[in-house]
């Protein structure tokens, strides 16, 4: 509901036209009466077990160090096979800082990093191209993105492409099908 620079929001679980009719006329009075704004508690740290644990954050990792793993992704790669035509490696990112909130008045908060090298090859034979693909990706930290991970990554994506261009063709014309 708004009132000139007032707004208030208002949410349910609840699908009864009643309960939501209700819901939206105390959110109607609140905003008309001028209610009072209540000011939030500091939020708790979160208390919550963990899934993955952050032991290297991202964004504390030399940019310098982070090309090195995307230059070494792109080496490994085209020396797999002389028929690696291109290589793209990148690299991506996200650290979201998220404030849980509800309507009890209990806060939480939750650092949220995500983490993506993809490695996507070519390979070339003649007029064929054909492709491969691996990635790392995971809400760990930097620490997952070690040489050893890098290095698979890059040879399983050019091993996919080289074999991909060397594949027979399928065979194909009319079958008798069984049901």
Known sequence: MTSGERTTYANANVADVDDLMALAGRAARSVAEGGELHEA??????????????????????????????????????????????????????VQEVLIANSDGLFRTDTRVRLNLAVHTVA?????????????????????????????????????????VGAEPAPAGTYTVVL
Do not use: C, W
């Open 41 to 94: 508690d500091e939020p708790e740290p979160d208390e919550l077990p963990r899934h993955s644990t952050v032991a290297v954050d991202p964004r504390s990792v030399a940019v310098e160090r982070k090309v090195g793993l995307l230059r070494r992704a792109n080496k490994i790669a085209r020396g797999l096979d002389p028929r690696i035509h291109q290589v793209t490696a990148t690299y991506g990112e996200s």
């Open 124 to 164: 070339k034979q003649g007029d064929v191209l054909e492709s491969g693909f691996e990635a790392i990706r995971g809400t760990a930290g930097f620490e997952m993105l070690t040489d050893e991970a890098v290095e698979h990554a890059a040879s399983d994506a050019a091993r996919r492409a080289v074999l991909n």
